[in-house]
């Protein structure tokens, strides 16, 4: 409730919108796919990532991504890849 009243006072605060959703076609998602296979779009990933999966660091990643200071998507490893 904070921010959207504060946004509404004053008006030199920078205005924030949100996607309603993807308008998705046949074919979009593997395009999509294509772009990340071939490094035309990259995953940004926080460099204190992966953390844990046990009480502490998933506490730990919860912290970070709450502080909003994560540099990226903060990442929670619950297996490891053989």
């Known amino acids: 409730l904070g921010r959207p009243l504060y946004a509404k006072l004053n008006p030199w605060c920078p205005r924030l919108t949100f996607p309603q959703g993807l308008d998705l076609k046949p074919g979009d998602l593997k395009a999509i796919l294509e ?48």
Not at 48 to 64: E, H, L, Q
């Open 35 to 82: 772009d990340v296979a071939e490094k035309r779009i990259r995953v940004v990933l926080d460099p204190a990532s992966p953390f844990g999966f046990d009480t502490t660091s998933v506490r730990a990643a919860m912290m970070k991504q709450k502080s909003k200071h994560a540099h990226g998507k903060v990442v929670i490893e619950i297996a490891k890849e053989n």
